[in-house]
């Protein structure tokens, strides 16, 4: 019979911004299966932007209510080796736990599954590996206070007591009204070229189904569709996405490339008459001046 403890937690979901060129992935894997043998591990992504702790925040948002209960390890971590505080924060009446760098990584995911129960900062060495620097975290402090947790260590042994009001927030932009329009952000953009917005759809609802998109100087026109085929060839359209928000999207192309944005853009939407969608124009501006109109060409 073995002798080790029973897993409290038999699954970790990891992010991080490490990508895979790397062997720090394998080697946080590694010490997550040394400390905490059986545990099952799933890789949420390791393509978060270097740095971008926004991007990391966001992207662990999306997928926070559909992740397995147990321990969320979350890695994007631009202030290794200062005094930020690294941190566990019990959720749901501890159903789970995120791991990570008190940086605004998880508060997004945080407040969405209901807000923080306890947390701790992890200070504890005894639940601490040994390393050559300080510049590792995700293998010296995070993984091994995973696997502390999923052998049914008590929160409490890790370190010590946080005020949860305490824990950094998020810093998420909103949509906002003026008299050009609604003037919104790319928070994202996927590999198909769809770029998400932080607009809520009931902002868009009572306007109707025609809009115009500017962004960098130049304008689009968009439509509001159901599905991606909806979208009118040369044209871009606006549809609720898998997380509720709005994202700009293309038929079977990048809508991105077609609206020249990417995360961080601002876009500014403004209703339109009703037409038949049939095309897409960019308007080049300059110092606030319309110089010229280009329609494009199917295919162009």
Known sequence: MSDRA?????????????????EFVGVVHSVLRALAPGVGIVDITHDVAPFDVSAGALTLARSA?????????????????????AVAIEVGDGSSVLVGPDNGLLAPAVSLVG???????LD????????????????????????????GVELAELGS???????????????????????TEVLWVDRFGNAQLNLDPEEIDSEG??????????????VRVTAFDEVPVG???????SYGLVSVVATRASAAEEAAIAAGDEV???????????????????????????????GQ
């Open 161 to 183: 007591e946080v005020d949860t009001a305490t824990l950094m927030p998020a810093t998420l932009p909103l949509s906002r009204a003026e008299t050009d329009g609604i003037h």
């Open 6 to 22: 029973p897993l409290r937690y038999d699954n970790v979901s990891f992010l991080s911004d490490y990508g895979r060129a790397d």
């Open 115 to 121: 807000g923080a129960g306890r947390a701790v900062e």
């Open 209 to 222: 189904d025609h809009w115009s998109l500017s962004a960098g100087g130049r304008t689009h026109n968009c």
């Open 235 to 241: 044209a871009l359209g606006m549809l609720v996405d």
């Open 65 to 85: 209510q559909y992740l397995c209960p147990g321990v969320v390890l979350a890695v994007v971590d631009p202030g290794v080796g200062t005094s930020r505080r």
């Open 124 to 151: 504890n060495p005894e639940y601490h590996l040994p390393g050559g620097g300080n510049t590792f975290d995700g293998r010296d402090v995070f993984a091994p206070a995973a696997a502390a947790l999923c052998r």
């Open 268 to 298: 500014v939407l403004s209703p339109r008459p009703g037409d038949d969608g049939g095309g897409s124009e960019a308007v080049v501006v300059e110092m606030g001046v319309e110089i010229g109109v280009r329609p494009r060409s199917e």
